[in-house]
């Protein structure tokens, strides 16, 4: 066993008992118990004689049997087996995958707001409510945008929201535009989100050096184009150099440009979207400002707006009453409605206010400083083994490829699936669509320099791996429970609850 092996074999079973006890799910037994209920403390009532009949059940519910220490092994356990953010670095690019504080669990627990009823009046809510609106200002202050809502549920929503007020402001201007313009780095909700809206997209070619450039926006941008959806840095990592030069154009023509804000975590503290042209744009906070996502978590995708777009804006939105507190206000009558039941995910709001507040301008900064250094330390240190597509200094997050490993028979996939042996998260692959093979790398700001070195170790280990013994790439993770899934069927008709076999 080699020394990388070795240390992903620890790495992956974690304390270094790997036992695995058989029957793992089939545990409860009739009558153990894990927990003891308190006494009852209303009077008993026969239920036969107050609930309607339909509300009664004969039978006990099938629930499994356990006691405590079997139920807390048993979650442990399998809460071992999951990547996280707590055991390692998890590079997943695009995704701003950054270690969340604990101070963020801590205060979205607080009982205030994680116990507030969605329906509570206003007057018993006016603690979430200055948080919203303080939050609201302070993406609005970031960004560069006038107004902010809270409403989207992800980044997808958010996005969603954005093209419907797009479309909603012209028709009421009485314009009939019916395209929007992506570019074909875009992330694959772009497209969707217009099209959803019944717009045709169109999509922009990026140039040789992997951005956009004036003449091919020029050359699309008819009077028939709404809006250019735009992500900047793209997902490439690289600045859009000649973004103010493109939105003038889209401007000058009529049309609106559109923030995808995924990859802000770039430009915190140093550019704001909204100087350099944009209209509307989405945050994600769980994603830039440190909630955690994936799994299927909830995350929070708040969208930006221009003053031109604010009558649009999903009600109700947060206000402040002169002497009367906070209140929400549905007086919007150009409003794309409601977006959302109630106000959102409201401990993601609640984690990102937390982690702007104790970072401050400074350090919201010197975290988009550090995504950057980290990310062109990795690129530096990886060149020598991974071909680069657009070798140019990156932002937050940089792109390799297989290329230079075509000889082996080793693709990105095989180099993914060797990571987790090593204990990491595999990187984005196969996106942007515009690199084939591509293997995109975000460490986030988080990492120590240790943690970068111990990471370009493993991807240089796996390099040289794939040269002299090729198979032992193409056949990882060797050191995981289940190795290669058919991630097809599994993504597709996903089973996502253990099942009890019959009898
Ligand atoms: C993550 C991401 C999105 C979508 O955001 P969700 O919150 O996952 O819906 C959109 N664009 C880019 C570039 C992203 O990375």
């Given at each position: ?95 701003t995958?950054k270690y969340n504080p604990?101070l963020n ?29 303080e939050l609201e200002r302070h993406l609005a202050e970031i960004s560069g945008m006038d107004?902010v ?82 992500t900047n840095p793209n997902?490439?990592g690289l600045f859009e150099s000649?973004i103010a ?14 923030g995808d804000g995924a990859n802000l975590n770039a430009l915190l503290g140093i550019a704001r979207p909204g100087d350099l042209g944009t209209?509307?744009m989405h945050f994600n906070l769980h994603k830039t400002f440190s909630t ?10 708040p969208?930006g ?46 984690r990102a206010y937390a982690y702007l507040r104790s970072l401050g301008p400074d350090g919201l900064r010197r975290c988009a400083e550090m995504a950057v250094l980290n990310a062109n330390y ?15 200094p990156v932002m937050h997050e ?44 975000e460490p986030t700001e988080s990492e ?56």
């Open positions: 066993m080699s020394d990388g092996e070795a240390r992903a074999r620890v790495g992956n079973v974690g304390n270094g008992f790997a036992y695995e006890e058989p029957l793992l799910f089939e545990r409860s037994r009739p009558g153990r118990v894990g927990c003891s209920l308190p006494r009852l403390d209303v009077p008993e009532v026969d239920a036969h004689a107050t609930l309607p009949e339909g509300a009664l059940r004969d039978d006990l519910p099938d629930l499994p049997e356990l006691s405590e220490v079997e139920v807390v092994r048993h979650f442990t356990r399998i809460s071992t087996w999951n990547a996280s953010v707590d055991l390692g670095l998890y590079p997943l690019g695009s995704c995958m604990k669990e801590k205060v979205a627990r607080l009982p205030g707001f994680a116990c507030a009823h969605p329906l509570q009046p206003v007057e018993l809510l006016q603690g979430f409510l200055h948080l919203a609106y107004r809502s809270l409403q989207p549920a992800a980044g997808a929503q958010g996005e969603l929201a954005g093209i419907m007020m797009i479309r909603a402001y012209f028709e009421h201007r009485g314009q009939r535009r019916s395209r929007i313009l992506v570019p074909d780095s875009a992330h694959g909700t772009n497209p969707s989100s217009a099209a959803l809206n019944g717009y045709e997209v169109v999509a922009v070619p990026s140039g040789e050096d992997g951005i956009l450039h004036p003449d091919a926006i020029e050359a699309l941008m008819t009077p028939d184009v709404a809006a250019l959806m735009l997902t490439l000649n030069r493109i939105t003038e154009i889209v401007h000058a023509r009529g049309g609106l440009v559109y209209d509307v955690p996502h994936g799994g299927g978590g909830p995350g929070a995708g969208i707006v221009k003053n031109t777009l604010a009558p649009y804006l999903p009600v109700p939105v947060v206000c402040r009453r002169d002497g009367a507190g906070y209140d929400l206000d549905y007086d919007f009558p150009r409003s794309i409605g409601r977006l959302h039941a109630n106000f959102g995910n409201v401990a993601m709001a609640v990795l690129l530096a240190r990886l060149r020598p083994a991974y071909h680069v597509p657009y070798d140019r940089c792109v390799l490829s297989d290329q230079r490993l075509e000889s082996t028979g080793v693709t990105t996939i095989d180099v993914a699936k060797r990571l987790i042996d090593y204990g990491y998260h595999p990187p984005t692959i196969y996106f942007p669509l515009i690199v084939h093979g591509a293997l995109m790398i120590s320099i240790e943690g970068l070195d111990r990471f370009v170790e493993a991807l240089l280990a796996i390099e040289r791996e794939a040269r002299e013994n090729p198979d032992l790439v193409r056949s990882a993770p060797h050191h995981t429970r289940r190795s290669r899934l058919d991630e097809t069927r599994a993504a597709r008709r996903p089973v996502l609850r253990w099942q009890p076999e019959d009898g």
